[in-house]
């Protein structure tokens, strides 16, 4: 996994700890990074990254504290 991702995962690991297993943080990252690619501009890539995993994250968290 580069560098980047495994930041952004361990930061967000961190966030959703008690709410989202390790490998729906991992996953989640991985497929924000993939659609993120070529969209915008490398210096931005880190904060967007952050910004879209967590996002998506936390919808999956509300969807599973409503089930």
């Known amino acids: 996994m580069e560098e980047l991702v495994s930041k952004v ?6 966030e959703f700890g008690g709410t989202v297993p390790p490998s729906g943080v991992v996953s989640t990252v991985v497929a924000a990074k993939r659609d993120l690619d070529g969209q915008i501009v490398p210096e931005a890539m880190e904060e967007m990254l952050h910004r879209l995993a ?14």
């Open 9 to 14: 995962v361990r930061e967000l690991a961190t």
């Open 54 to 67: 967590r996002f998506r994250l936390a919808r999956w968290d509300n969807r599973r504290s409503r089930a």
